[in-house]
C-alpha cells in the first residue's frame, strides 16, 4: 500500500504479454493501433513496451497538460540506439535531451537557420527550383504521361534544402541527386527502426546483431559521415571564394574556428556533422509528405481542388510563361491555408511527435507520470477525434474558416508540429515551404487522373515507419492550364 501511496494512481494499462508487453499491440502502423487502444482506456494510457514505461495521450486537454502546463517535466528526449550513432552522441537539436547544450544549440539555430529572414532568403533558390520543375512537368502535360507526385516533392526538397543549407547544387558535380535521396532515404528508415535495444536496453542489441539491424545502421551512418565530410571540405577548400553569402555549413565552420562554446563544451566538427543531420533529415521528409497527401486529397475531392485553383489564379491573374509565385503572394490565399491546415489534421507527418522523456514526476488528469517514462503524444488521433472534428474522416478545409485555430502549437487539437520547448523550431520553413509548392503547381497546371482511374482508386494507405506517410506512390496526369 505504502508503495502505491508514493507512486500514486497510474494511468489505464492495455494488459500485456510476459516480456514483450504491449508491443505486440503496436503493429505496423503505432498511431493508429494506439489510437484504438485510447478508444478503449482513454486519453492517457500507460503501456508497457519491451521494459519501457511508455505514456501515450491522446486528447487535446491532456496533450496541453503535457506540453503546456508540464512541459518543463517531459521535455527531454529518450537515448534510443537509432539516434545515437546519427547524432554523434546526441549532439543534435532533436535528440539531445534538456540541458544546457540544447538550449544554446537550439537558440543559435533559431536564429540563424529556422529564421523568418534566413528562410525568406532561400527564395530565389526556390524560385529556380521550382522554375526547372514546371518545365519538366510541361513536358510530361505534353505528352500527357502521369508524373510521380510522391518523388518530384521529395527531390524538389531536396534540391532547395541542400543548396540553401550547403550552398551546394548536386546536378553531376558532389554527389548525384538520386544516391543523395538514397541516402537519406536509408538515414530514415534505420532512424525509424524497430530496434530491440531500444526496448531491452541490458540485451537488446544482441538482437539487432542478429537481425543485421545492427550492421546497416552502422552503413547509413558510415555513408552519411562520409557526405558531410565532402560538403565540409568543399567549404573549406574552395568553396568558399566563389560566394559572397555564407551559408550554414560556413556558418558552423566559422563558429568551429572561434572556438565557440555551447554549453558544456567547443562546438567540434561531430557537433556540425550532427546539426546537418537535423537539417537534412528533419526538413525534406516532413514537407513532402505533407504536399503528397496534400494533392492526393485534391484529387479525391474534385470540388475543393476547383475551389483552391478558383483561388488562387483569381487572385494571382494571368499566367505568364515562367511566372513563379512569390512567399509575399501566398499569403492572401486563405482557402490555400485552409486545405493545409486540413491536410496537416488528417496527414500530420509525425503522428506521434518525437518522443520525450519525463524529467521529473508530475500529474495528468490525476495520474502519476513518473521520470523517465517515455512520453508520445498522438496528434494523429487528435486530428480524427469525433468529439472533437465533425465529419472527422472527410476533407473539408471549410472547417477553418471564421475560425482562429493554427498550427503554431496554441491549439491542442492541431499540433502537426507539436508544442512547447520542444515545438519544431522550422514551422515557418515547413509551411512556407509546403504552402510554395502547392501553389505553384496548382496555379500552372490541372491535374487529372491516370487513365482509367476513378477518385474512389485513390488508395490513402499509410506505410509504416517513423512518418505517416503515402504507402503507394501519388501518380497525376498534368494538364497545362493557360486559359483562366
Ligand atoms: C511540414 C514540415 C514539418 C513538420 C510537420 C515538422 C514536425 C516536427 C515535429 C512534430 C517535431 C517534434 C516536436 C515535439 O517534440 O514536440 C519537430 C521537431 C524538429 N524539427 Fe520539424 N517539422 C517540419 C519541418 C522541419 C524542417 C524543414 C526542419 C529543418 C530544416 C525541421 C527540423 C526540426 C528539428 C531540428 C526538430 C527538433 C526540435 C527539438 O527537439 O528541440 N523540421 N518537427
Redesign the pocket.
Known amino acids: 500500500v505504502k508503495q502505491t501511496k508514493r507512486r500514486g494512481r497510474q494511468p489505464p494499462c492495455p494488459p500485456g504479454l510476459p516480456i514483450i508487453g504491449n508491443l505486440h499491440q503496436l503493429g505496423e502502423l503505432p498511431h493508429q493501433s494506439l489510437c484504438r487502444l485510447s478508444n478503449k482506456y482513454g486519453p492517457v494510457m500507460l503501456l508497457k513496451l519491451g521494459t519501457v514505461s511508455t505514456v501515450v495521450v491522446s486528447s487535446p486537454e491532456t496533450a496541453k497538460q503535457a ?1 503546456k502546463d508540464h512541459d518543463l517535466h517531459c521535455c527531454s ?1 529518450p537515448s534510443l540506439e537509432g539516434t545515437r550513432k546519427l547524432s554523434y552522441n546526441y549532439l ?5 535531451r534538456f540541458d544546457d547544450y ?1 538550449k544554446e544549440l ?1 537558440k543559435l ?1 533559431v536564429k540563424e ?2 529564421s523568418m529572414k534566413r528562410v525568406n532568403s532561400f527564395q530565389p533558390i526556390k524560385q529556380m527550383e521550382m522554375k526547372k520543375l514546371i518545365d519538366s512537368i510541361t513536358e510530361s502535360a505534353f505528352e500527357k504521361t502521369p508524373v510521380n507526385l510522391s518523388e518530384t516533392f521529395y527531390s524538389l526538397n531536396v534540391n532547395v ?1 541542400c543548396k540553401a ?1 550547403f550552398g551546394v547544387s548536386f546536378q553531376g558535380s558532389v554527389l548525384d541527386n538520386e544516391r543523395l535521396q538514397d541516402l537519406i532515404h536509408e538515414a530514415l528508415e534505420m532512424m525509424g527502426s524497430f530496434s530491440a535495444a531500444d526496448f531491452y536496453p541490458y540485451f537488446g542489441w544482441i538482437i539487432d546483431w542478429f537481425t543485421g539491424l545492427h550492421a546497416r545502421r552502422e552503413r547509413s551512418v558510415r555513408d552519411l559521415d562520409a557526405f558531410y565530410e565532402q560538403m565540409i571540405d568543399l567549404h573549406l577548400r574552395k568553396y568558399r571564394e566563389e560566394r559572397s553569402e555564407e551559408d550554414f555549413v560556413d556558418l558552423l565552420l566559422r563558429l568551429e574556428k572561434e572556438e565557440a562554446v555551447l554549453g558544456y563544451g567547443k562546438l567540434t566538427r561531430n557537433h556540425i556533422k550532427a546539426i546537418l543531420m ?2 537534412l533529415l ?2 525534406i521528409n ?2 513532402s509528405i ?1 504536399m503528397t497527401w496534400a494533392m492526393a486529397e485534391l484529387a479525391r475531392n474534385p470540388r475543393v481542388m476547383k475551389k483552391v485553383q478558383f483561388e488562387i489564379r483569381d487572385i494571382i491573374g494571368e499566367n505568364s510563361k515562367g511566372r513563379i509565385i512569390s512567399f509575399d503572394e501566398i499569403d492572401q490565399l486563405s482557402y490555400l491555408k485552409m486545405v493545409v491546415k486540413e491536410t ?1 489534421r488528417l496527414h ?3 503522428p506521434l ?2 518522443p ?1 522523456e519525463v524529467l521529473s514526476e508530475f500529474q495528468i488528469n490525476g495520474y502519476t507520470i513518473q521520470p523517465k517514462t517515455r512520453l508520445h ?1 498522438n ?1 494523429w488521433a487528435i486530428g480524427r477525434d469525433p468529439e472533437i472534428w465533425k465529419d472527422p474522416d472527410e476533407f473539408i478545409p471549410e472547417r477553418f474558416m471564421d475560425c482562429d485555430i493554427d498550427v503554431k502549437g496554441q491549439h491542442f487539437e492541431l499540433l ?12 515557418y ?3 512556407t ?2 504552402e510554395f509548392g502547392l501553389t505553384n503547381l496548382l496555379y500552372q497546371f490541372d491535374w487529372k487522373l491516370p487513365e482509367g482511374l476513378t477518385v474512389e482508386d485513390i488508395d490513402m494507405e499509410e506505410g509504416s515507419g517513423l512518418t505517416a506517410h503515402k504507402k503507394h506512390d501519388l501518380q497525376l496526369v498534368p494538364v497545362k492550364a493557360l486559359d483562366f
Open positions: 506540453l528526449r543534435d537539436i532533436a535528440f539531445s540544447w537550439r539555430c537557420v529556422f534544402v543549407a537535423n537539417i528533419g526538413g516532413t514537407s505533407t496537416f500530420p507527418p509525425s511527435l518525437v520525450r503524444v496528434v502537426p508540429f507539436g508544442s512547447g520547448r520542444r515545438i519544431c523550431p522550422a514551422l520553413m515547413g509551411t515551404t509546403v
